[in-house]
Nanobody, 124 residues
């Protein structure tokens, strides 16, 4: 059983940056592929970025490519989402997710464990 806790959300102006962190505990972190998803009010939970358990492979939603970077530190049991060039449409609750697998996935139902989410609000 893996527990995930996100942090780093907040209010930022358009064009600004935030770095989200997700701390994992309760499992062997290096065995898990990790993902970031987001959910805006009244909308479905959407894929943002994912990383394989080694960190050697990443995937991004088209809407964030070139602006967001996912990374992980297996020694610290942490996964990060660096968000640059933020836009108002990036406003959402951001969730960290884990799946016991080698490769990352872009579909939320493939993930077994979820954090509680952290709010990101981008003002225009």
């Amino acid at each position: 059983q893996v527990q995930l806790v996100e942090s780093g959300g907040g209010l930022v102006q358009a064009g600004g940056s935030l770095r989200l962190s997700c701390a994992a505990s309760g499992g062997t972190f290096s065995r898990y592929a990790m993902g970031w998803f987001r959910q805006a009010p009244g909308k479905e939970r959407d894929f943002v970025a994912a990383i394989s358990r080694s960190g050697g492979s990443t995937n991004y939603a088209d809407s964030v490519k070139g602006r967001f970077t996912i990374s992980r530190d297996n020694a610290k049991n942490m996964v990060y989402l660096q968000m640059n060039g933020l836009k108002p449409e990036d406003t959402a609750v951001y969730y960290c997710a884990a799946r016991l697998s080698t490769y990352s996935y872009t579909v939320s139902r493939e993930y077994d464990y979820w954090g509680q989410g952290t709010q990101v609000t981008v003002s225009s």
